[in-house]
C-alpha cells in the first residue's frame, strides 16, 4: 500500500512540473511546524524555484520561501515569508508576497497556546494589503515520534484593501473582519525517509457565518539526503466572497525542492 502511494505521488510530481499554480486566500504555515526541534534550538528551511526559458516561449518565473523555528523551553516561535515574480513577453505572471510570525506556547503536555501576525500582498488576487492578527488554543490529540495530530481554534482580525482595477465594482474598498479559524494537521512518518503532512483549515467570518473561506493541503516530503528534500504538495481552497474578477476556488499542484539547516 505505501509503495503504490508513493508511486502515485511521483506520477503527481511529474505533472506538476506542468501546472501553472493558483493561489488561496488562507495559507498553511502548520507545515513548518510538523518537525519543530525537540530540545531548545533553532531550525530552518529554504525553498527556491526559477523557471527561466528563451525563445520561442520566453519566461521569467523566480520564487522562493523560508522559515526559522526556535525552540526555548515551552515556547515555540515561528517566521516564515515567501515571495514570486513572474513575468513573460512583457506581462507580469506573478507578482505576491506573504510574511507570517507565531508563538506556540505549550500550556502542559496537550494544551497549547498561539499568538500570530501575519501580512499578504498578491497582485493577482488583488490584494494591495491583507493583514491580520489572533490567537486561540490548540490541543495536542496525538503525539509520537512516528504520528502527530494538532487541532486549533483561533480569533482573528483582519484587514484588506483592494488594488484600483479598472471595470471592478470594488476597486480600492478598504475592510475589516472578525473571523474564526479552525484547523486540523497531522503529519505521520511512512519511513525515516518519507513523511506525510495534512492540514485543513476553514475560516467564516463570525458576523456572517456565509462567508467562509476553506484550505485543504496533502504534501509528501522525501528525503534526499540529512539536509535536502523533495516536497510534492496538492491544495484545494474556497472562498465564498472574494474580490470582484476573483474565482472562488483555487487548486494547486507543486513539487519544490527543500533545503533544511
Do not use: C
Not at 500570530?116 to 491580520?132: I, K, P, V
Not at 504520528?147 to 482573528?156: F, I, M, N, V
Request: charged share 20%; proline share 3%.
Amino acid at each position: 500500500m505505501r509503495r503504490l502511494m508513493l508511486r502515485a505521488w511521483l506520477v503527481t510530481a511529474v505533472i506538476g512540473l506542468t501546472l501553472t499554480t493558483a493561489h488561496a486566500q488562507i495559507v498553511n504555515v502548520q507545515g513548518a511546524l510538523a518537525k519543530a526541534p525537540v530540545q531548545d534550538g533553532a531550525t530552518g528551511q529554504l525553498e527556491l524555484k526559477l523557471n527561466w526559458r528563451e525563445g520561442n516561449n520566453p519566461l521569467f518565473d523566480i520564487g522562493g520561501a523560508g522559515n526559522v523555528v526556535v525552540r526555548r523551553g515551552g515556547v515555540i516561535g515561528l517566521v516564515l515569508a515567501r515571495g514570486a515574480y513572474g513575468t513573460s513577453r512583457g506581462l507580469t505572471l506573478a507578482r505576491k508576497s506573504f510574511e507570517h510570525a507565531r508563538a506556540r506556547i505549550e500550556l502542559d503536555v496537550r494544551w497549547r497556546w498561539e499568538v500570530f501576525a501575519q501580512h499578504e500582498y498578491d497582485q493577482f488576487r488583488r490584494l494591495s494589503l491583507r493583514a491580520l492578527i489572533g490567537t486561540g488554543p490548540a490541543l495536542q490529540i496525538i503525539d509520537t515520534p512516528e504520528l502527530a495530530l494538532l487541532a486549533g481554534a483561533s480569533y482573528l482580525y483582519e484587514g484588506e484593501r483592494l488594488d484600483r482595477r479598472a471595470g471592478t465594482v470594488d476597486a480600492g474598498a478598504r475592510s475589516t473582519a472578525h473571523r474564526g479559524s479552525v484547523y486540523l494537521t497531522g503529519h505521520e512518518d511512512l519511513s525515516t525517509s518519507v513523511a506525510i503532512v495534512e492540514t485543513m483549515y476553514v475560516q467564516p467570518r463570525l458576523d456572517h457565518p456565509g462567508d467562509v473561506r476553506l484550505l485543504g493541503e496533502l504534501a509528501v516530503l522525501s528525503k534526499l539526503s540529512s539536509w535536502i528534500a523533495l516536497k510534492d504538495s496538492f491544495n484545494v481552497a474556497y472562498d465564498r466572497t472574494p474580490p470582484d474578477g476573483v474565482r472562488r476556488y483555487d487548486t494547486s499542484l507543486e513539487i519544490a525542492l527543500l533545503v533544511a539547516f
